[in-house]
């Protein structure tokens, strides 16, 4: 038998949490998840960063994709349980809170103590000089030049991408660094992509810090999450989950509750 009888007993019993937080917290801000209930994917799996870098064909899908989704993802707002972990912090139980998630609504909430693992999608970066310029200035852009896609709707895909079916996508237009002349991508970790090691070694030293660990929303499929865990468990620090369904970690982690983020972590507020 666990320890720890529920969330609101493994969270009071600690002093300073590791919090990890995954697509799951942010699914009630109208913002889809990755992956079913048994950790599988529920569409066809995201581009790698290996096409995107590769093929002009496919940036030109993802970016018209990206600019019929960019307008919903832009509109999310927190819900509870991005305001569940404010509290959190607030109350001085917060180590760090490490997301997976790139919408920014943690910070949005009024979380201060965050790490972007896989990075923000409100940036978009130049692969070749680094520039950085806001999304938002960059759907401007996207806007003037193919002002024929602006009126398609299309259904939500995660991470401000949409499914547009069958469209014709070699008229779309995608513009270049204005500094170098550069491909832009989105200032996120695509899949087949490395985490920067600054960040991963910045989120170590957090944990190490800690004395537990949170993970909230995440079925940690992807090992740049899931690593996190096999670190906590080889220092001996307890870690709780709270995710609909199968975690990667199931066999690590000492408290398990299978229930809605916000519902999970109400009790903060």
């Known amino acids: 038998m666990t320890e720890w009888t529920s969330v609101e007993d493994f969270v009071e019993r600690h002093r300073r949490l590791f919090v990890l937080t995954g697509a799951g917290c942010s699914t009630s801000s109208g913002i889809p998840d990755y992956r079913d209930a048994d950790g599988q994917w529920k569409r066809r799996q995201p581009v790698t960063y290996q096409a995107f870098m590769g ?17 919903r993802i832009r509109r999310a707002r927190p819900n509870d349980a991005h305001r569940a972990l404010a509290r959190l912090e607030a109350m001085g139980k917060s180590e760090i809170l490490l997301t997976q998630n790139v919408d920014r609504l943690h910070q949005a909430a009024g979380c201060a103590r965050v790490i972007d693992l896989h990075g923000r999608i409100d940036w978009v970066r130049c692969m070749g000089c680094e520039r950085r310029a806001s999304r938002d200035e960059f759907q401007d852009e996207l806007c003037r030049l193919n002002a024929g896609w602006l009126d398609l709707d299309a259904t939500d895909a995660p991470d401000g991408d949409a499914d547009l079916g069958g469209a014709e996508f070699s008229s779309f237009a995608v513009p270049s660094c204005r500094r170098c002349g550069g491909v832009l991508k989105p200032d996120v970790v695509f899949f087949g992509e490395n985490v920067p090691r600054d960040r991963v070694d910045a989120s170590r030293r957090h944990l190490e810090e800690a004395d537990a660990m949170l993970i909230v929303g ?33 066999g690590l982690v000492a408290l398990k509750v299978e229930q809605a983020c916000e519902e999970a972590l109400a009790f903060l507020l």
């Open 55 to 71: 093929d002009e064909t496919t940036r030109r899908r993802y970016w018209a994709r990206s600019l019929i989704g960019w307008r």
């Open 218 to 250: 995440s079925s940690l499929m992807v090992y740049s999450g899931y690593r996190f865990v096999q670190w906590a468990a080889s220092a001996g620090k307890p870690a709780a989950a709270v995710n609909l369904g199968r975690t990667r970690a199931d």
